[in-house]
């Protein structure tokens, strides 16, 4: 076998190697790089906010905190909520173990009049299920501070690199001299695709939040600020995090309600803002600027959560579409941002069943 013909091999294997050991390096430098894309993403987020407010006259850095302390405030709000409505649900973890078992009984003892079960299952196995276990108390407080000196760090870097924009902009000028006018453009669109994303999935969010909260309250769940900011955070995670969090939300009005259309209108009402979100919200907020398709989102998603867990599958969407961008204005490299697009080709798929009869008919 000659070595031309090994070149490709090569190639391939040399890509392949360089990926993984890309991931890798995500995965091990996870503690420094996830807050910083998170504050790279919310400093082009906040940056119009920042410039408008320098317009005013004000000094850059008093800009720039106000607009920090003022989206800090917000999500504060939000994770304050959050945090009242989460110690009182789990102040009701008694009842609701007790409604588990009550439910568990009343199902099982129909199940075995109308269908003779008795000795599938152990009924006493099945309900000694323990649904709330109890973790290791150290690694717990671990994760805690460490995730709290991550959300700590973040606004920090949002402010230094708003602060010193206009030197990452000269280091980028300096590095490639030859080509300033593709380096600006290619910023630039980096710039307006995290931009969009982030203001459309605030936006998907804050609509998902209001109908599927309306419904709860006007259903009477009891948590329904918490259930409603649930659903709606967690759909930022797009098809994985709608599923987890409708099925907790169902399974806890099938628990709290006496009839079992309670859980099954849940789940219409919910299917249908999911519906509405998806074909109607997104692509109209968010879809027109992020052009990747479903399986690239989808591989986005779990490349993300696997290297850098829930943030990983939040960021990792905007990312694509950032290597998209880049992809498409290097000549060797477009075939693979296109395969990241969802521009179809047009491909001609011959007439259609309708145009065949009339075609048959034509003749007779």
Do not use: C
């Not at 607009?67 to 008694?94: E, H, K, R, W």
């Not at 109890?134 to 602060?163: C, Q, R, V």
């Not at 969010?205 to 659903?231: M, P, R, W």
């Amino acid at each position: 076998m000659s070595t031309a013909k090994l070149l490709p091999i090569q190639h391939l294997a040399y890509s392949l190697i360089s990926i993984s050991l890309l991931l890798w390096l995500l995965n091990i430098g996870a503690f420094i790089l996830v807050p910083l894309v998170w504050g790279i993403f919310f400093a082009f987020a906040l940056y119009p906010v920042s410039k408008k407010l320098e317009s005013f006259f004000l000094p850059r850095s008093f800009a720039i905190a106000v607009s920090i302390v003022f989206v800090t405030a917000l999500v504060g709000a939000v994770i304050y909520i959050l945090i009242n409505q989460m110690v009182l649900l789990l102040s009701d973890i008694p009842e609701i173990n007790t409604l588990l078992h009550e439910k568990t009984n009343k199902y099982w003892s129909e199940l075995e009049s109308s269908i003779g079960i008795n000795s599938f299952l152990d009924k006493e196995e099945w309900q000694s299920i323990k649904w709330f276990a109890d973790g290791n108390l150290n690694e717990t407080l671990f994760n805690t501070g460490k995730s709290i000196t991550l959300i700590g760090i973040i606004p920090l870097y949002i402010f230094l690199l708003l602060y010193y924009r206009d030197f990452f902009v000269a280091f980028l000028l300096k590095v490639s001299s030859k080509r300033n006018e593709a380096i600006l453009k290619w910023v630039g669109d980096v710039g307006r695709v995290i931009h969009a994303y982030l203001i459309g999935m605030v936006k998907v969010t804050l609509f998902v939040a209001l109908l599927s909260g309306l419904y709860f309250y006007f259903f009477g769940v009891k948590y329904y600020l918490l259930f409603a900011l649930f659903i709606a955070i967690l759909n930022l995670i797009p098809y994985i995090g709608v599923a987890i969090s409708s099925v907790l939300v169902i399974f806890y009005v099938f628990l709290t309600s006496d009839t079992v259309l309670a859980p099954i209108l849940t789940l219409a009402v919910l299917w249908g803002i999911q519906l509405i979100e998806n074909n109607l919200i997104t692509p109209l907020v968010v879809g027109a600027k992020v052009k990747v398709n479903v399986l690239a989102v989808v591989l986005a998603v779990l490349i993300g959560g696997a290297v850098w867990g829930i943030s990983g599958m939040v960021l990792f969407i905007p990312l694509v579409g950032i290597l998209k961008i880049t992809l498409d204005k290097i000549p060797s490299l477009q075939p693979y941002g296109y395969l990241l697009g969802d521009d179809f080709p047009q491909v001609d798929k011959g007439p259609s069943f309708f145009q065949y009869l009339k075609h048959k008919w034509a003749k007779k």
